[in-house]
């Protein structure tokens, strides 16, 4: 199975900016599409952004794009959402996940129920 280590959350004011990092490890056979989430207390799990395995293709939320990129190194395993402009609003736990299916596919991979394996979370906290 695949396991999913994040690291590279803090806190931070508004308009500043973080790098989150997602080491893959195990059997990277299932890093086919790394999906970036985000939940807020009492909230659901949102989708974020995602990219597909060679970078071939990325998908963003509008509440990010513009504002975050998303991008991975397929010889380290390692995913990476680098986040700009940062807004009290995107205050949240944010993971990493893996889907196992192959780029094309039909639509945005933004439902989380697609992703297999998940990562335990990293905290964004962005102040006023």
């Known amino acids: 199975q695949v396991q999913l280590v994040e690291s590279g959350g803090g806190l931070v004011q508004a308009g500043g900016s973080l790098r989150l990092s997602c080491q893959v490890e195990?059997?990277?056979?299932?890093?086919?599409?790394l999906g970036w989430f985000r939940q807020a207390p009492g909230q659901e799990r949102e989708f974020v952004a995602a990219?597909?395995?060679?970078?071939?293709?990325?998908w963003y939320s509008d509440l990010v794009k513009g504002r975050f990129t998303i991008s991975s190194d397929d010889a380290s395993s390692t995913g990476y959402l680098q986040m700009n402009n940062l807004r009290p609003d995107d205050t949240a736990v944010y993971y990493c996940?893996?889907?196992?299916?192959?780029?094309?596919?039909?639509?945005?991979?933004?439902?989380?129920?697609?992703?297999?394996?998940w990562g335990q979370g990293t905290q964004v906290t962005v102040s006023s």
């Open positions: 990219i597909s395995r060679g970078a071939v293709k990325t």
């Open positions: 195990g059997r990277t056979a299932g890093f086919n599409i």
């Open positions: 996940a893996a889907d196992p299916r192959s780029y094309p596919i039909n639509g945005a991979p933004s439902d989380a129920t697609e992703y297999d394996d």
